[in-house]
């Protein structure tokens, strides 16, 4: 498994629960969460079978943005 990192424009509770539907569903129940306590508003993706694209395009799908960190 490994730990994806993402700078998103999730940024509260309520883009959370917007979020959710859609990721959970591309990208699995509780293979991913959102730091909201930092200011870089860090998504984190756990996956062995994904790579940055289909994340990234799963998180579009949302109504979101998110880039690669390096």
Do not use: H, Q, R, Y
């Amino acid at each position: 498994m490994e730990n994806l990192k993402f700078k998103t424009n999730i940024k509260c509770s309520g883009c959370i629960t917007k979020a959710t539907p859609t990721l959970d569903e591309k990208l699995g129940k509780g293979n991913w969460e959102v730091d909201l306590f930092t200011l870089k508003k860090t998504l984190t993706v756990t996956s062995s079978n994904m790579d940055e694209t289909e994340i990234i395009a799963a998180v579009n799908d949302a109504g979101f943005t998110a880039e690669k960190t390096v």
